[in-house]
């Protein structure tokens, strides 16, 4: 065998792994009962039919409208290596990479489900998915304020007044530590 393995055996057949891909010439020497020898050599091309197992982490899976989520790929296996990630974000970006980490902002709030396809050297494929939900930034508004002096429409405060302000804030963000 190619990798300089011999077998020796009175079985017709005989079971060989191959650990390289492309052309790999197989040598038989068939003995008789006489001891004569006959040679054959055989050129077979070796393919790699096992897809990769696509993985995929993020820094954070709930970030604000206009927030930067990190991808990380470096937990995708294959049986020899991967060549590229294919990403579509889920809002109509999309990228090809050579390397497993990959940043992205997201500019509009909604659930994006984000899209890893693992390329291998054969190409051969695996997707997997993750999920993000980009939050609407929140709209305020003030419902009233009382204290301090208002003339003409411009409330006027100094360092010894108290306001209290009452406001409207969505989406859900109605506790005043938010």
Avoid at 130 to 145: D, L, R
């Amino acid at each position: 065998f190619p990798n300089g393995s011999t077998v020796t055996t009175t079985n017709a057949t005989v079971l060989h792994t191959f650990a390289d891909r492309g052309n790999q010439t197989v040598s038989l020497v068939l003995t008789d009962a006489q001891g004569k020898n006959i040679s054959r050599s055989v050129t077979i091309e070796v393919v790699d039919e096992i897809a990769p197992t696509a993985s995929v982490t993020t820094n954070q899976s709930r970030i604000p409208s206009g927030g930067t989520v990190q991808f990380n790929a470096s937990q995708t296996t294959d049986n020899a290596n991967i060549s590229e990630y294919r990403w579509k974000f889920g809002d109509g970006t999309n990228t090809t990479t050579s390397t497993p980490v990959v940043n992205h902002t997201y500019s509009a709030a909604g659930n994006q489900t984000t899209r890893l396809t693992a390329v291998d050297g054969a190409n051969n494929t695996n997707t997997t998915t993750t999920n993000i939900t980009v939050e609407a930034e929140p709209s305020v508004t003030i419902q009233s304020i009382e204290g301090g002096v208002t003339h003409d429409g411009t409330l006027y405060a100094n360092d010894s007044s108290t306001l209290d302000i009452t406001i409207n804030a969505t989406p859900n963000q109605t506790t005043p530590s938010t």
